[in-house]
């Protein structure tokens, strides 16, 4: 068959999360660039698949019924004969999330969703979720890609390094796609004409430079809006990351700015230079677990009941957004060997040329049939490699901790993350955390 006459097999791993709606939608809307032949989508929660499964086999049937659907909990019918699995799975759901984040604040400590112990908690419960799928891609669909977005991504993507070193998996982020849109508005650009330099960890990295299609220098006129106003813009361009909170995200870029005003930060970076200004700023009753729980799951859950009760998604309430649309651009720049650049989180080998080099990077990549190739980045300054460098070893001993079942090395993983003051805190913490975990992770001595 020519590969322009090929269509996809593709299977959503967490099909109840509340992103795969817009996923489906970009898919659905994709057909001319990258068709599909199928489209299963993968939950081990029956009812939340069922929930969004039936509003989406009605989606489907309207706008795309020559795409195959089905939705299922049984892993030999999701994951096989598949091209590309689509991972977003949220191990434990959001009722753990509400704990990741609050038994940190309890003592006084950032409680995020990736960061710090709260992401360290999030990471052990994640890893057991991601072999799991990506042993099944492995069993059923051996040639398929996992593009996986399940957090927190830095964790896995160290995990999949060390546990499954053949998997052909690649972890990205939104965040980076989704700032450089607010970039773009920022200087009245396309954000296709951005191209960007960036180095970092995942939730953790600097962009060295932006520049437009013809090459001019977009650095000096983005820095000087976000030393005022952070990432901050004043007409909504973003359909995520909208809230009161996400707002406050952005703007304290400019603070983050005031730290390294050579580069242009990652928003995540708050939590490791600003902790204290997060928990005096966190609500420890009512976290950002809360405010999802409250808003996107309500809304997206709410949608897919309306569609199944009208029996029509016409005016239904799905929408698309740069999340949805960077995971398929992804799958279509493998599919059909683009090498498009893209940030992607992969081994150094290199790219920051005076770092780990088996170290699991964020950097640009170009994307083609052979996955994600990191592009050079240079060399890294004192400040960031030190930080790096601390934020790796957390990332590493976590990873350690979980395959050696070591108490001992979970512990120094929360000690020496740069959110936590103390080895008597972070001890504090774990001890609350192992109670809380008690079901997912595996039992630490
Ligand atoms: P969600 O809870 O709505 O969805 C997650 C789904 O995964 C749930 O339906 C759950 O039942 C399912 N699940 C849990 N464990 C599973 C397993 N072992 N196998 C199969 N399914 C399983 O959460 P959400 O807010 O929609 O987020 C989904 C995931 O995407 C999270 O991990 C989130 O952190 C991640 N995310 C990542 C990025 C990024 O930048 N990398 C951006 C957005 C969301
Ligand atoms: C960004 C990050 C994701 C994270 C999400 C959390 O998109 O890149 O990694 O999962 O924000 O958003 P939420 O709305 O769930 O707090
Ligand atoms: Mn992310």
């Not at 200087?187 to 970092?200: M, N």
């Not at 993983?413 to 913490?429: C, F, G, H, N, R």
């Amino acid at each position: 068959m020519n590969s322009k006459d090929r269509k996809f097999n593709i299977v959503i791993a967490g099909g109840g999360s509340t992103y795969t709606p817009g996923i489906v939608m970009m898919l659905v809307a994709s057909q001319d660039r990258f068709p599909l032949e199928s489209l299963t989508l993968y939950d081990n929660d029956a009812e939340r698949q069922k929930a969004l499964g039936d509003a989406i086999a009605i989606l489907m049937k309207e706008q795309a019924p020559g795409i195959r659907f089905s939705y299922t909990t049984d892993p030999k019918e999701a994951f096989t004969d598949k091209d590309f699995c689509m991972a977003h799975i949220r191990v434990g759901k959001f009722a753990m999330r509400e704990q990741d984040e609050k038994i940190p604040l309890r003592h006084g400590v950032v409680g995020q969703e990736t960061c710090g112990p709260g992401g360290i908690a999030y990471g052990m419960r994640s890893i057991t979720g991601m072999l799991e799928i990506m042993d099944y891609m492995a069993q059923y669909s051996p040639n398929g890609w996992t593009l996986n977005y399940s957090n927190p991504a830095s964790i896995v993507a160290e995990a999949c390094r060390v546990l499954r070193p053949k998997a052909k998996i690649i972890n990205i982020c939104d965040m980076p796609i989704a700032t450089k849109t607010r970039m773009s508005y920022i200087v009245k650009k396309d954000p296709k004409d951005l191209d960007v330099r960036y180095f970092g960890l995942n939730h953790f990295g600097w962009w060295t430079s932006v520049t437009d299609e013809l090459g001019n220098d977009l650095m000096p006129q983005i820095m000087d809006y976000v030393a005022e106003n952070g990432y901050l813009t004043q007409k909504a361009i973003e359909k995520q990351h909208m809230e009161p909170s996400w707002q406050e995200t952005h703007r304290k870029a400019r603070d983050l700015l005031k730290v390294e005003p050579r580069f242009l930060p990652n928003t995540y970076l708050k939590y490791y230079l600003y902790p204290d200004y997060v928990v005096e700023h966190s609500n420890p009753d009512y976290t950002r677990a809360n405010e999802v729980m409250n808003g996107r799951e309500k809304r997206i859950f709410g949608a897919a009941k309306a569609i199944v009760e009208a029996g029509t998604a016409v005016n239904g309430g799905f929408e698309i957004d740069v999340h949805a649309s960077f995971i398929v651009d992804l799958a279509c720049a493998i599919a059909f060997n683009t090498h498009e650049i893209m940030l992607c989180i992969v081994e150094n080998k290199g790219a920051i040329c005076n770092f780990d080099p088996t170290a699991m990077v964020e950097v640009p990549c170009m994307v083609g049939s052979r996955g994600a190739e990191a592009l050079c980045q240079g060399e890294i300054p004192t400040f960031e490699k030190g930080m790096m460098e601390e934020q790796l070893a957390v990332e590493r001993l976590v990873v350690e901790a979980y395959v050696e079942h070591s108490y001992q090395k979970l512990w120094q993983a929360l000690t020496l993350s740069k959110t936590v003051p103390s080895a008597t805190v972070a001890k504090a913490i774990l001890d609350d955390l192992i109670v809380a975990n008690k079901d997912y992770w595996p039992e630490l001595h």
